[in-house]
Each structure stands twice: as structure tokens, then as C-alpha cells.
């Protein structure tokens, strides 16, 4: 499985985004895809996450409210919409595919390169 993550960019304080993450391969229906971010001298924490199929979802405490994450299982495609974004949001947002666990960072075995988000006050 490949990741392509796209969508980053520069936005003001209360701006909104919303990031891309094409799949190409196949994804098993009972594994999670996730957003993570990670800023400059900071660990690598999760955000969202959602099941390939069925309708669990999972944002961490920081964004909910704020983020949403959808996915397009025809389009092998997930989406992170964000929205009343912060200057604290700024930061490296990969995608990631393939774990039976939505917020462990270390048990998913496929990343995409990181798309920057930089949210100026």
C-alpha cells in the first residue's frame, strides 16, 4: 500500500483545510487509516482515524470540534477536514493505513510523506 497525502498549506487562525490521502492497493476493510502530525521538536501524535469499512471514528480530544475525517472506500481515498484551525495545529500531517489499532502510531505499517499545515496567528 502506497500513501499520498496532499492538502497542506498556509492559513490564518480560524482558517480551514481539508487534507487528502489517496491509497493505492488493497486496504482490508477491518483496518484502521489515520491522520497523525508532528511538530518541530515535538513527538508524532495521533489526531483521527477511521475504519476502511463501517463507521467507526476517532478524533483525538485536541481536534474534536474541529476535525473530521471521512473516507471514500470507492475512491480509496480519505479526507481530513479541518476547521477552526489553531496556531498550536501547526505542524507535519501524515496519513497511514493498515493497524487494528486507531490511535497507536508505531502498530501502522504504511505512511505517506507528510503534507505541512502552518496556521499564523
Known amino acids: 500500500v502506497q500513501l499520498q497525502a496532499s492538502g497542506g498549506g498556509l492559513v490564518q487562525a480560524g482558517g480551514s483545510l481539508r487534507l487528502s490521502c489517496a491509497a493505492s492497493?488493497?486496504?482490508?476493510?477491518?483496518?484502521?487509516m489515520g491522520w497523525f502530525r508532528q511538530a518541530p521538536g515535538k513527538e508524532r501524535e495521533f489526531v483521527a482515524a477511521i475504519r476502511w469499512r463501517g463507521s467507526n471514528k476517532y478524533h483525538a480530544d485536541s481536534v474534536k470540534g474541529r476535525f473530521t475525517i471521512s473516507r471514500d472506500a470507492a475512491k480509496n481515498t480519505m479526507s481530513l477536514q479541518m476547521n477552526s484551525l489553531k496556531p498550536e495545529d501547526t505542524a507535519v500531517y501524515f496519513c497511514?493505513?493498515?493497524?487494528?489499532?486507531?490511535?497507536?502510531?508505531?502498530?501502522?505499517?504504511?505512511w505517506g510523506q507528510g503534507t505541512l499545515v502552518t496556521v499564523s496567528s
Open positions: 497511514a493505513a493498515g493497524s487494528l489499532e486507531a490511535a497507536t502510531a508505531t502498530s501502522y505499517p504504511y
Open positions: 492497493g488493497r486496504i482490508s476493510s477491518r483496518y484502521f
